[in-house]
C-alpha cells in the first residue's frame, strides 16, 4: 500500500446539496439535549462531517452551540477538497475546516459529530461500520463526572430542513431516534417516513418495528382531529401524548412544541 492510499479519506462524495438553516431542527436538539456535556468539556470539539458544497451549516452550528456552550469549537469536515478550499475564507475563532473523511482527521475526540444527509447515498448494511467507527472517535464516558460521553447525530432531511429525522448515539451505541417536523406542512405523521435514515428506511414494511410506530402514530394524529381547532401544535401534542401508552417516548411536552418527539433506539430497531 502507498502512502497515499494509507491517507486516502474514508468515503465517498456526497451530491454537496446544502441550504442555509437547514439543519436548524437537529441544531436546536443538539443544542438542548447535549449543552450540559459541551458546557462541562475542557475543550468541547463538534464536527459538522460532510458539511457539502457550501459551509452554511458549520456556521449555523458554531452560532447554535455557543449559545449553550460559550467555548464550543467546530471542525468542518470534507472529502472533496474543493469544497474545503471554498470554505476556507470562512473560518474564523472557533471554527476551521479539514479535508477528510469517516476516520475524522482531528487529534481531539469530539463531543459532537453531526452527520446530516451523509449515508444517505450508501448502502444499508454500510451503516454499522459507518457507525461503529465514528462511536469509536468519539469522546469517551467518564462515570466520575457523570458524563455519557460524545455524540454522533446521524439523520436525513429534506431541502429546506422542514422534515428530519435522525438517530443519537453515544460510545456505546444507537440510544435514541427523533422525528422532527414543521407541523404546518404535516399531513400525517407518516409523511415523515421519506426522511428516515438509511438504518431504517428500508424497513418501513409490515413486521417491522419503525412501521409499526408510524401506522400507531398516524392513528394517533387522526384520533387527535378535534385538537386541530387549536392548531397543529396541539393536536401533535395530543398524539405524542397518546402514544406514549405503547411507545418508549423519552422526551415531553417542552419537545414536543417544537414538532419533536424521540424514542429509544431499541423500540424502533430493524428485526434481525
Not at 443538539?30 to 464536527?47: F, M, N
Not at 428516515?196 to 382531529?225: M, Q, S, T
Request: proline share 8%; aromatic share 6%; hydrophobic share 45%.
Amino acid at each position: 500500500m502507498t502512502a497515499r492510499a494509507a491517507t486516502r479519506p474514508l468515503g465517498t462524495v456526497t451530491r454537496g446539496t446544502t441550504n442555509p438553516n437547514r439543519l436548524r431542527r437537529m441544531d436546536r436538539w443538539i443544542a438542548a439535549t447535549h449543552g450540559a456535556e459541551l458546557r462541562r468539556a475542557a475543550d468541547p470539539v463538534a464536527v459538522d462531517l460532510g458539511y457539502g458544497a457550501a459551509p452554511w451549516t458549520a456556521v449555523e452550528l458554531l452560532q447554535r452551540l455557543r449559545t449553550v456552550a460559550p467555548r464550543a469549537r467546530v471542525v468542518g469536515i470534507e472529502i472533496e477538497p474543493a469544497r474545503v478550499a471554498a470554505a476556507l475564507p470562512y473560518e474564523r475563532a472557533g471554527l476551521v475546516f479539514r479535508h477528510g473523511g469517516f476516520e475524522l482527521p482531528i487529534p481531539q475526540r469530539p463531543l459532537l459529530v453531526r452527520a446530516a444527509n451523509v449515508l444517505r447515498q450508501y448502502e444499508e448494511d454500510q451503516v454499522a461500520a459507518v457507525w461503529e467507527r465514528l462511536c469509536g472517535r468519539l469522546a469517551p464516558a467518564d462515570p466520575a463526572t457523570g458524563s455519557r460521553g460524545g455524540l454522533l447525530v446521524e439523520g436525513t432531511c429534506d431541502e429546506i430542513g422542514r422534515r428530519h429525522v435522525w438517530v443519537a448515539l453515544g460510545p456505546e451505541g444507537p440510544r435514541t431516534v427523533t422525528f422532527a417536523t414543521r407541523l404546518g406542512s404535516l399531513a400525517r405523521p407518516s409523511d415523515l417516513a421519506e426522511r428516515l435514515p438509511k438504518a431504517l428506511i428500508h424497513r418501513n414494511v409490515p413486521g417491522e418495528p419503525v412501521h409499526a410506530f408510524l401506522r400507531d402514530f398516524d392513528r394517533a394524529w387522526a384520533a387527535a382531529a378535534p385538537y386541530a381547532s387549536y392548531g397543529a401544535r396541539q393536536r401533535w401534542i395530543r398524539a405524542v401524548r397518546d402514544l406514549t401508552a405503547d411507545w418508549p417516548v423519552v422526551d415531553g411536552p417542552a419537545r414536543w412544541r417544537q414538532g419533536e418527539v424521540t424514542l429509544r433506539w431499541g423500540a424502533l430497531a430493524p428485526r434481525g
